[in-house]
């Protein structure tokens, strides 16, 4: 069974880090391109960072450059996002999903297929 499981949220204070996971089981990751979303309430959901099959290539939103650093563990089946220098703004459920192969539009949530149920990531002091 093809499953996406998000963790590493939490509570933290502005100008804190979290280190968020996306693991996979059922497939291998290595030959998909990964997308990190995020969605706050009452918001659409959010492109957050992409990164390439084989980890070459990293895209962020511009409201994350800098900050964010996506990577991925081929041994752990894992993909990662590094935040740091949170925002109150970051707040948001963060997901993980696997973008279809061929699809250019990175940051477009429907260009996805198997999303993780997410994690909750609350900047607050």
């Known amino acids: 069974q093809v499953q996406l499981v998000e963790s590493g949220g939490g509570l933290v204070q502005p100008g804190g880090s979290l280190r968020l996971s996306c693991a996979a089981s059922?497939?291998?990751?290595?030959?998909?391109?990964i997308g990190w979303f995020r969605q706050a309430p009452g918001k659409e959901r959010e492109g957050v960072s992409c990164i390439s099959s084989s980890g070459t290539n990293t895209y962020y939103a511009d409201s994350v450059k800098g900050r964010f650093t996506i990577s991925r563990d081929s041994a752990k089946n894992t993909v990662y996002l590094q935040m740091s220098g949170l925002k109150p703004e970051d707040t948001a459920v963060y997901y993980c999903?696997?973008?279809?192969?061929?699809?250019?539009?990175?940051?477009?949530?429907?260009?996805?297929?198997?999303w993780g149920q997410g994690t909750q990531v609350t900047v607050s002091s």
């Open positions: 999903a696997v973008l279809r192969r061929g699809a250019t539009d990175w940051y477009d949530p429907s260009r996805y297929t198997y």
């Open positions: 059922g497939f291998t990751l290595d030959y998909w391109r």
